[in-house]
T-cell receptor, first 114, second 114 residues
Framework: DQQVKQNSPSLSVQEGRISILNCDYT??????FLWYKKYPAEGPTFLIS?????DKNEDGRFTVFLNKSAKHLSLHIVPSQPGDSAVYFC?????????????FGSGTKLNVKP | SQTIHQWPATLVQPVGSPLSLECTVE??????LYWYRQAAGRGLQLLFY??????ISSEVPQNLSASRPQDRQFILSSKKLLLSDSGFYLC?????????????FGPGTRLTVL
């Protein structure tokens, strides 16, 4: 049962434009969400997080938006750069899981064209 | 600062051979530890997690096993590899605090079973 879904396996964006990556979840108990970036043959690196008490979190060019009623979060990258080309995973967890069990989406491959 | 190590980086093994992948974490105590697998074109699948020495939880039935002989050491093993065990194996750690900590990933091991 996929509790975190990334329905777009790939996304292509022109350099300088906005990239919007989407993620949906089904478990209403999730209260902490993360985005990871992964290059081929490397481990994912943490990008940005958001807790359910907020609906927006910014870090430089990266902004994560959380819509709890829709069980939806998105990652905005503005402006997109060729170095942003990677696979992006969203992940979610719940405080009741006292062992930091994270559920990952299947990833979206972002290609930023020069 | 904390670091996580995985070895080997790449491994080619014949079907039916044993497997041992090792993961160690430095700079933190009593971390939660995780093994994930990313099969070709797929997302991250949680295989095992551990909240302490000797405490292993399995997420999916498979011919793999995990052990945690020391606080910061996590080992993934198999007695007989299958072709379907090929993939990219990732170890991750997180702090013991519930839900507010991020998972940090190692560099991964590329396993090819022939």
């Amino acid at each position: 049962d996929q509790q975190v879904k990334q329905n777009s396996p790939s996304l292509s964006v022109q350099e300088g434009r906005i990239s919007i990556l989407n993620c949906d979840y089904t478990n209403s108990m999730f209260d902490y969400f993360l985005w990871y970036k992964k290059y081929p043959a490397e481990g994912p690196t943490f990008l940005i997080s958001i807790s359910s008490i907020k609906d927006k979190n910014e870090d430089g060019r990266f902004t994560v938006f959380l819509n709890k009623s829709a069980k939806h979060l998105s990652l905005h990258i503005v402006p997109s750069q060729p170095g942003d080309s990677a696979v992006y995973f969203c992940a979610a967890s719940a405080a009741l899981y006292n062992f930091n069990k994270f559920y990952f989406g299947s990833g979206t491959k972002l290609n930023v064209k020069p | 600062s904390q670091t996580i190590h995985q070895w080997p980086a790449t491994l080619v093994q014949p079907v039916g051979s044993p497997l041992s992948l090792e993961c160690t974490v430095e700079g933190t105590s009593n971390p939660n530890l995780y093994w994930y697998r990313q099969a070709a074109g797929r997302g991250l699948q949680l295989l095992f997690y551990s909240v302490g020495i000797g405490q292993i939880s399995s997420e999916v039935p498979q011919n793999l096993s995990a052990s945690r002989p020391q606080d910061r050491q996590f080992i993934l093993s198999s007695k007989k590899l299958l072709l379907s065990d090929s993939g990219f194996y990732l170890c991750a750690w997180a702090g013991a605090s519930p839900s507010t900590d991020t998972q940090y990933f190692g560099p991964g091991t590329r396993l090819t079973v022939l």
